[in-house]
């Protein structure tokens, strides 16, 4: 199992868990999840339910991994798998993303 904390805005909003099966959890941490004033990551992840659960990467992070020739760069240089999705996202959405979120493993 592999865990990343996931911000919004610098601010703790929740936790995505690679489980050992390869499925993956998001799930929005309780005082993020019952404040009102606090937005949804994502339109895909609405604070509707607290806690998500899918057999891929959720789209909304998988949109924040690089294609294609710089993909392959960036696995080749950093050692890991074209095709460990979360690997990639620990990796590259820690320091700086385009949006709001970054990525920070546990």
Known sequence: ???????????????????????????????????????????????LIQEYKSDNLFPFFYNMLPEGTNKLRLCKSMKIDVDDYFGLLINIAKIDTIGAIRVIKI
């Open 1 to 47: 199992m592999r865990q990343a904390i996931v911000l919004f805005k610098d601010k703790e909003a929740g936790l995505l868990t690679q489980n050992d099966n390869g499925s993956y959890v998001f799930k929005y941490n309780d005082d993020w999840f019952v404040n009102k004033d606090k937005s949804s990551i994502s339109l895909t992840l609405p604070k």
